[in-house]
Nanobody, 115 residues
Framework: QVQLVESGGGLVQPGGSLRLSCVAS????????MGWYRQAPGKGRELVAQ???????NYVDSVKGRSTISRDIAKNAVYLEMNSLKPEDTAVYYC?????????WGQGTQVTVSS
């Protein structure tokens, strides 16, 4: 099994930035893709960004150009840097790790964008 622990959420003013971190532990050798999802109040969970072992990235349109996902394979970590934050970015952000036979979720970290 893979355990994921997120950190870095909090309250940010509109236009601000933050960096989310997620560290995996356990049976991490099988991880191929790591990503960030978010769930806003009353909405479904959506993919924000993901990155493969080979470095291929994918972003939801609403964060393209102002977010960067990166991965440190040696540290079993994935990061999401978000800039020019908007109130609509407010959500619980979840880390996800995917392997050939499993997928694991973190417990989530709250991001609130408000003045």
């Amino acid at each position: 099994q893979v355990q994921l622990v997120e950190s870095g959420g909090g309250l940010v003013q509109p236009g601000g930035s933050l960096r989310l971190s997620c560290v995996a532990s356990g049976s991490t050798f099988g991880i191929t893709t790591m990503g960030w999802y978010r769930q806003a109040p009353g909405k479904g969970r959506e993919l924000v960004a993901q990155i493969t072992t080979g470095g291929t990235t994918n972003y939801v349109d609403s964060v393209k150009g102002r977010s960067t996902i990166s991965r440190d394979i040696a540290k079993n970590a994935v990061y999401l840097e978000m800039n020019s934050l908007k109130p609509e970015d407010t959500a619980v952000y979840y880390c996800k790790a995917i392997g050939p036979f499993f997928s694991s979720w973190g417990q989530g970290t709250q991001v609130t964008v408000s003045s």
